[in-house]
């Protein structure tokens, strides 16, 4: 699994929701608000869309979780892989030396 690097920083994604959702009034709805940045900024429009739905949720306005509880959830999904694979390799090692206990008095 590789992370996609975006090529906008992160005050250009601020911006670009700022814009949306202090222009979206201008526009007949969000999503023509959307479009009509999202092809000033050169993103597309669901990218955009992402952006302002994750602010939306940022902000209390959307449920879901947020960028900090998303964040959290990825960190500790990759805690409890290292977890679950330091386990399976303790099982083996375990399973191992009893195997290796049980040779040896064998051939006492």
């Known amino acids: ?13 601020e911006r670009a929701v700022r814009m949306v959702f202090d222009h979206q009034g201008e526009h007949g709805s969000q999503y023509a608000a959307i479009r009509s940045i999202a092809a000033k900024i050169g993103c597309s429009g669901e990218t955009l ?25 990825k960190a500790l999904e990759r805690e409890n892989r290292e977890l679950r ?22 051939r006492t």
Request: aromatic share 8%; proline share 5%.
């Open 49 to 73: 869309r992402n952006w302002v739905r994750q602010a939306e949720r940022d902000q209390g306005q959307r449920a879901g979780p947020t960028t900090d509880e998303r964040e959290r959830i």
């Open 85 to 106: 694979q330091a386990n399976e390799i303790l099982r083996k090692a375990s399973a191992y030396f009893a195997f290796a206990e049980l040779d040896r008095r064998s």
């Open 1 to 13: 699994m590789t992370k996609r690097s975006t090529p906008f920083s992160p005050e250009v994604r």
